[in-house]
């Protein structure tokens, strides 16, 4: 059974203004152990989807449909309680902004106390304190560091600690957020190089939230890119990097720019992204789409897969071809 | 900084504000219109007679004078200790001691003001928080229009209303005094009915003293808590929206743990802030609040010695008052700190 | 619901053009309106409350003593049997005045200090801000009972009396407001440029402080109305003839005891209402003016 399995989920932001649809029909699964990378650009809706599947959608979203199974149960029917122990010991959530995410009035070693005997009540808080402090060593944080607040502490340090918080309780899934964005090109790498040491060590399986493609086809063994809250392309990263199906996928990495080209031409999608609250009929990305076609700007394509590996939503692929996949255009 | 270090420091910034503020009120005082003098005679006096009276008063000295006087007066010790109060001067209608009047006045003012400001700061914070949880529902509407229009009502007319209500219709409590008048007050230690009645042990006098208290405390303290529902649920909406109450979501714990040791511990700080300021405000409603239920305090007071434009006596009252808002602020930037480890260093 | 709201759009439109996108601002523009709404009804009401009035306010014995509201005295008679309609058509004049009154000296005041001081910076800013703040710290009534003790009745003693302690709050807030804008970068620009430091501060500060000077403008005339109530029930109110809300709710408080009611409450009622008003508009301002709070 894999651990997660999001099926035609639905998840809408309603405002006074109109309702956004943040996700629409997003469906995908995870194994334990494995990584999953979400790529999309801001407001593309990854946030949400990593939000929805702890039940943390903040207001005015709603969840309108669909199932998050977590090794077969679906948690959008389970109490509140319920939910509550499933975060942060069996499914660990780490913020985007490691500055804002830690209480400013409680001391780090309180932070950790608090989860573990949240969810292990029987636990002394010495033995609690006890653990932080392994943890944080773990983390290249001194121990003695324990009682201290959290603006005495660095940004790549904070989100050591947010890191620690997540795998303190070993979680089967973890999800980050943006987890280097915050932080400057030398320490991602320190970062991204432990969640992988980490991951391994405890088995958990990793789902990576980023608009930075390259981190996510390096460190990812599927990858799933969204764009204006629908799943526009899902394969694993091997196959994505070979062959991109999608014209968005395919710009995104033709803009990664590349070290080693020594004239290499800085390429970028034309246009931005759609206004959620009235995206264009038809496909979301016919107006920035090199192949755009008639239908396209009339009729929302759907999402089709091929030997249920790789899956694309868009036109120039046709399913009346059977089972395998033809283009329509050469490309 | 330490707590410590920064408690010290607060307290030596208060000795300059408040002289400050003894001096602009002394400077109030005699700058505007209207002569105590005149007022001890009935009809229009010998000019012999006036200068005497002017003479006895002590107007006749240069304003610098008096002022140094004045000051020196307060900070004399000898009779601090003689008398167990500062010299304030005298009254200038009655030439009995301001200082002693002052004094006696003042421990119903303070009961009175702890108890509203408790009352207040709890129906405040609990509806505040209630309100910011269920955000724009009909709960959250009413306990706004609550807030609002609570105070906006004049104190002396919800006072009146509830001595109408609770004194006079249904005969529940007392209305007016400090205690039963058939009984004999507790010892004084503290001047507080209430604890002194604990003190004592007599479970009697402290129901009596507690249910005079009440209806006072309640009018006042349901009206500033309007401003503390207000202010309580916007700071609270503000810092649940913040990252790191939905990361202890995330991480697993209560919601009651998340309101209470997240949120609220956060946005507290600024009610706090707000409480202090209040607490101003709250003695001006003290007043009216005295004046209305005929409680003997330092409003009621003032309020007396104005007829006689008892300069002295309203200025010690004045200048007691200002005192008893620097302290409350200092402890509230104390506990602001103790809160707050940010400001500390 | 929403043909109700449209149509009460149309209306409004018609009085004023800015009116009606107050109301699609959400639940905070409803009370800017509804604050609005009352208000200048009872600013009409007491404008042509000499028209209006069945009774003149202070002509005794026009009725029975203290008698219960009825077709003929809809609101009751007071111990003087003066028509307590009359009285409460009329009696918003007083306060009106004073708390306008003291409004506008408080502005004339707080504002010009506020923006010179804080502009100016250094020894002028901070020795003005320590006074401010004595001032500030204190219990606003005292002052104005000591104040007005001290100058006599009168519209405009009480005026200066509230004036006084409400100078602070504008202050504060112009000068925190002043503080920021003063760093922006528009702002060196155009020092950079030559523009004298006048120009500045009333070309381009000035204008981005007076979002936040009208909301203090109304609660201070919310909380000017209820100091002034309050002054008048001390005894520290303007002279007696007059009808006045404050001075009903001050001296018909002894005949509660003979059951008239109605003696008190009518006054108390408009007092709060006038009050209200003014907080909701404040409150609705204050809050369409923080984006914080918006989604």
């Not at chain 1, 991602?188 to 980490?198: A, M, V």
């Not at chain 2, 900070?75 to 500062?86: A, C, I, K, L, R």
């Given at each position: 059974m894999?651990?997660?399995?999001?099926?035609?989920?639905?998840?809408?932001?309603?405002?006074?203004?109109?309702?956004?649809?943040?996700?629409?029909?997003?469906?995908?699964?995870?194994?334990?152990?494995?990584?999953?990378?979400?790529?999309?650009?801001?407001?593309s809706g990854k946030s949400t989807l990593g939000l929805s599947i702890?039940?943390?959608?903040?207001?005015?979203?709603?969840?309108?449909?669909?199932?998050?199974?977590?090794?077969?149960?679906?948690?959008?029917?389970?109490?509140?309680?319920?939910?509550?122990?499933?975060?942060?010991?069996?499914?660990?959530?780490?913020?985007?902004?490691?500055?804002?995410?830690?209480?400013?009035?409680?001391?780090?070693?309180?932070?950790?106390?608090?989860?573990?005997r949240t969810h292990e009540p029987n636990t002394s808080a010495a033995d609690a304190l006890g653990r932080a402090k392994t943890i944080l060593e773990s983390l290249g944080i001194l121990a003695e560091r324990i009682n201290d607040y959290p603006h005495q502490f660095s940004g790549g340090m904070r989100q050591r600690i947010m890191i620690g918080l997540a795998i303190t309780l070993n979680p089967d899934l973890v999800m980050a957020d943006e987890?280097?964005?915050?932080?400057?090109?030398?320490?991602?790498?320190?970062?991204?190089?432990?969640?992988?040491?980490?991951?391994?060590?405890?088995?958990?399986?990793l789902i990576l939230i980023s608009h930075d493609l390259s981190i996510i086809l390096e460190r990812c063994d599927k990858i799933i890119v969204l764009y204006a809250g629908q799943i526009f392309e899902y394969a694993s990263s091997k196959e994505l990097h070979r062959a991109p199906w999608h014209p968005y996928t395919q710009g995104l990495l033709h803009s990664i720019p590349n070290i080693e080209l020594s004239d290499q031409k800085l390429s970028a999608i034309p246009g931005s992204p759609p206004d959620m609250l009235s995206p264009p009929k038809g496909c979301r990305f016919w107006p920035r789409c090199p192949y755009a076609m008639e239908e396209c700007r009339v009729e929302e394509p759907e999402l089709i897969g091929h030997e249920q590996s790789h899956f694309v939503r868009c036109f120039l692929y046709d399913k009346k071809a059977g089972s395998h996949i033809e283009r329509n255009r050469e490309g | 900084m330490g707590l410590r270090t920064y408690v010290i420091t607060r307290i030596l910034l208060t000795i300059p504000t408040l002289l400050l503020l003894l001096s602009m009120v002394f400077l109030i005082m005699r700058v505007l219109p209207g002569d105590p003098v005149a007022l001890h005679f009935e009809k229009k006096a010998e000019p012999a007679q006036m200068d005497a009276m002017?003479?006895?008063?002590?107007?006749?000295?240069?304003?610098?004078?008096?002022?140094?006087?004045?000051?020196?007066?307060?900070?004399?010790?000898?009779?601090?200790?003689?008398?167990?109060?500062?010299?304030?001067?005298?009254?200038?209608?009655?030439?009995?001691?301001?200082?002693?009047?002052?004094?006696s006045a003042f421990p119903a003012t303070l009961e009175l003001a702890l108890y509203s400001m408790v009352i207040a700061s709890v129906i405040g914070i609990l509806l505040g928080v209630a309100s910011s949880k269920s955000y724009n529902s009909i709960p959250d509407h009413l306990i706004r229009g609550f807030g609002t229009i609570a105070y906006a009502i004049p104190v002396f007319f919800l006072g009146i209303i509830f001595q109408l209500i609770f004194g006079v219709y249904l005969g529940w409590l007392p209305t007016g005094l400090r205690i039963n008048p058939r009984v004999e007050p507790p010892a004084t230690i503290t001047g507080l009915y209430t604890i002194d009645s604990l003190l004592e042990g007599n479970l009697y006098k402290f129901l009596e003293s507690?249910?005079?208290?009440?209806?006072?405390?309640?009018?006042?303290?349901?009206?500033?808590?309007?401003?503390?529902?207000?202010?309580?649920?916007?700071?609270?909406?503000?810092?649940?929206?913040?990252?790191?109450?939905?990361?202890?979501?995330?991480?697993?714990?209560?919601?009651?743990?998340v309101t209470y040791g997240y949120a609220l511990r956060n946005a507290f700080l600024p009610v706090l802030t707000m409480m202090g300021l209040q607490f101003a405000m709250l003695l001006g409603g003290a007043i009216l609040t005295e004046s209305t239920f005929s409680w003997p305090g330092l409003g009621s007071y003032i309020v007396q010695r104005i007829n006689f434009r008892d300069y002295t006596a309203i200025q010690g009252a004045v200048i007691m008052f200002g005192l008893f808002v620097t302290v409350v602020s200092l402890v509230v930037d104390v506990l602001y700190a103790y809160f707050d480890p940010r400001i500390r260093l | 619901m929403k043909k109700t709201k449209t149509k009460l759009r149309s209306i409004l439109s018609t009085l004023m053009p800015g009116l009606s996108s107050l109301s699609k601002r959400g639940p905070s523009g409803w009370m800017v309106l509804v604050g609005i709404a009352i208000v200048s009804s009872i600013i009409v009401m007491t404008a042509i409350a000499p028209w209006i009035s069945p009774y003149s306010p202070i002509l005794s014995r026009v009725g029975p003593i203290r008698a219960a509201p009825s077709l003929q005295f809809p609101l009751g008679t007071n111990q003087l049997g003066q028509d307590m309609l009359s009285r409460i058509l009329c009696g918003g004049s007083l306060m009106l005045q004073v708390s306008a009154l003291s409004v506008l000296i408080c502005f004339l005041i707080g504002v010009p200090i506020g923006l010179?001081?804080?502009?100016?910076?250094?020894?002028?800013?901070?020795?003005?801000?320590?006074?401010?703040?004595?001032?500030?710290?204190?219990?606003?009534?005292?002052?104005?009972?000591?104040?007005?003790?001290?100058?006599?009745?009168?519209v405009i003693n009480t005026a200066l009396s509230i004036a006084v302690v409400y100078i602070p709050s504008y202050f504060r807030i112009v000068r925190s407001q002043v503080l920021s804008i003063k760093e922006l970068t528009y702002v060196e620009a155009a020092r950079a440029v030559g523009a004298k430091w006048y120009t500045i501060l009333f070309r381009y500060v000035f204008p981005n402080v007076i979002p936040s000077i009208v909301v203090v403008v109304t609660i201070n005339f919310a909380d000017a109305v209820l100091t002034a109530a309050g002054l008048t029930f001390i005894g520290l109110g303007v002279a007696k003839n007059i009808p006045d809300w404050g001075w009903d709710l001050t001296d018909g408080r002894q005949y509660l005891g003979s059951g008239a009611w109605w003696i008190i409450t009518f006054p108390g009622i408009m007092i709060v209402l006038l009050a209200l008003g003014f907080t909701l508009i404040g409150e609705g301002l204050s809050e369409m003016l923080n984006p914080k709070l918006q989604r």
């Open positions: 894999p651990l997660l399995e999001i099926e035609s989920l639905n998840v809408d932001y309603r405002a006074s203004r109109g309702t956004v649809h943040a996700v629409e029909d997003a469906s995908f699964s995870l194994n334990k152990g494995e990584t999953l990378g979400l790529a999309g650009e801001s407001g702890i039940r943390l959608v903040p207001y005015p979203g709603v969840i309108a449909s669909g199932h998050v199974r977590i090794e077969g149960t679906d948690i959008l029917e389970l109490p509140e309680s319920e939910m509550q122990s499933i975060r942060g010991r069996k499914v660990a959530y780490i913020f985007q902004d490691p500055m804002t995410s830690l209480n400013p009035v409680k001391r780090i070693g309180a932070h950790f106390v608090e989860l573990i987890p280097t964005t915050a932080l400057d090109v030398i320490v991602q790498q320190k970062i991204l190089d432990l969640l992988e040491g980490l991951r391994k060590v405890y088995g958990m399986a | 002017r003479r006895i008063l002590g107007l006749d000295k240069p304003l610098w004078v008096q002022y140094t006087d004045y000051l020196l007066g307060l900070v004399d010790v000898n009779y601090f200790v003689s008398h167990g109060y500062p010299n304030f001067g005298k009254s200038m209608q009655t030439f009995e001691e301001v200082g002693g009047q002052i004094f507690f249910k005079a208290l009440l209806l006072p405390s309640l009018t006042l303290g349901i009206i500033l808590s309007g401003i503390f529902i207000r202010l309580t649920r916007s700071n609270m909406l503000e810092t649940l929206r913040l990252d790191f109450v939905t990361a202890a979501r995330a991480r697993g714990l209560k919601e009651g743990t | 010179f001081a804080s502009y100016a910076g250094g020894m002028v800013d901070s020795t003005t801000s320590l006074v401010i703040d004595a001032v500030y710290a204190f219990p606003g009534l005292v002052i104005a009972i000591a104040i007005a003790a001290m100058l006599g009745p009168g």
